[in-house]
Structure formats: structure tokens, C-alpha cells
């Protein structure tokens, strides 16, 4: 089990039923531990996984995050100042370390997003794009990483 997830999980649940101090605690807790912000309140699929525990890694907790997705350490999804919109990350996605998804950005489902990319248009489904800023380099009828 991812563990970073579950920690997030057992904080959400406090959020969502009201207990605010103690799900403020989880979102403490990862911060020390884990040395990521991911805030209690943030939405997040079902399946998706931190692996190295998404070090240093910051979500904006309105950042809603799709089912079976990956994303690695050091990710920032969050806003630009002066623009409206948070990211919206769909289904089965792959985020490289150090990646940036900011703005009122849509990444489709089964895409994969590039180490150290800065992402600050949509990215259609099943694309793959890299680069700052991103760019699409490939289109692929179905992801090859396993998600």
C-alpha cells in the first residue's frame, strides 16, 4: 500500500466528517514526514499512487486528481497567478519528477506527462508531451506503463 496515499485517506476521511483539527493534523503529519503537501481536502482517484513517497512534492487542494493515476516526486499542480483554474488531472496518467501542471489545465486520460516538463495548456488523451513549456511529442493508442 502506497503510504503516503493512506495517510492522505485517513486525513480526508477526518475532513470529510467534520473533524477539521485532526484531518489538519494528517496534512502536519505528511508535511514532516513526507516532506510533500498534499492537503486533505484535495481530491484524488482511487488507485493513484506516490512512488518515493512524492517528496517534495505541492497540490493546490482544489487539484483534482483521476483514478490509477502515478506521479512522482518533486510535482507542483497548482495555479498562476492572475489566471482563474486549478488543474485537472484525468484517469490513468503518468507524471514525471519535477513536473509543473499549472493553470486551468485538462490532461486527458492515459497520458504521460515528462520529467521536469512545465505544463500550462490542455493535454489531449493519450499524448504524451514534454518540454518547457510542454509540448505534445507523441500520440499513443494505449500508455505502456502499466496504469
Same mark, same amino acid.
Given at each position: 500500500?502506497?503510504?503516503?496515499?493512506?495517510?492522505?485517506?485517513?486525513?480526508?476521511?477526518?475532513?470529510?466528517?467534520?473533524?477539521?483539527?485532526?484531518?489538519?493534523?494528517?496534512?502536519?503529519?505528511?508535511?514532516?514526514?513526507?516532506?510533500?503537501?498534499?492537503?486533505?481536502?484535495?481530491?484524488?482517484?482511487?488507485?493513484?499512487?506516490?512512488?518515493?513517497?512524492?517528496?517534495?512534492?505541492?497540490?493546490?487542494? =482544489?487539484? /483534482?486528481? !483521476?483514478?490509477?493515476?502515478? *506521479?512522482?516526486?518533486? @510535482?507542483?499542480?497548482?495555479?498562476? %497567478? $492572475?489566471?482563474?483554474?486549478?488543474?485537472?488531472?484525468?484517469?490513468?496518467?503518468?507524471?514525471?519528477?519535477?513536473?509543473?501542471?499549472?493553470?486551468?489545465?485538462?490532461?486527458?486520460?492515459?497520458?504521460?506527462?515528462?520529467?521536469?516538463?512545465?505544463?500550462?495548456?490542455?493535454?489531449?488523451?493519450? =499524448?504524451? /508531451?514534454? !518540454?518547457?513549456?510542454?509540448? *505534445?511529442?507523441?500520440? @499513443?493508442?494505449?500508455?505502456?506503463? %502499466? $496504469?
Amino acid at each position: 500500500m502506497d503510504k503516503i496515499y493512506t495517510c492522505w485517506k485517513v486525513s480526508n476521511w477526518f475532513y470529510r466528517h467534520k473533524m477539521r483539527p485532526v484531518a489538519a493534523l494528517g496534512r502536519f503529519v505528511i508535511r514532516v514526514v513526507f516532506s510533500a503537501d498534499i492537503p486533505y481536502n484535495l481530491t484524488i482517484g482511487k488507485g493513484t499512487r506516490f512512488p518515493h513517497c512524492a517528496l517534495g512534492s505541492l497540490f493546490h487542494p =482544489s487539484t /483534482v486528481i !483521476g483514478r490509477n493515476c502515478k *506521479i512522482l516526486h518533486g @510535482v507542483t499542480c497548482g495555479g498562476r %497567478g $492572475g489566471y482563474n483554474g486549478l488543474p485537472v488531472i484525468g484517469d490513468n496518467v503518468w507524471i514525471g519528477a519535477h513536473a509543473q501542471i499549472l493553470g486551468n489545465v485538462k490532461v486527458g486520460d492515459n497520458s504521460i506527462i515528462g520529467a521536469g516538463s512545465v505544463v500550462l495548456k490542455d493535454v489531449p488523451p493519450y =499524448s504524451v /508531451v514534454a !518540454g518547457n513549456p510542454a509540448r *505534445i511529442i507523441k500520440s @499513443v493508442n494505449e500508455c505502456k506503463w %502499466g $496504469g
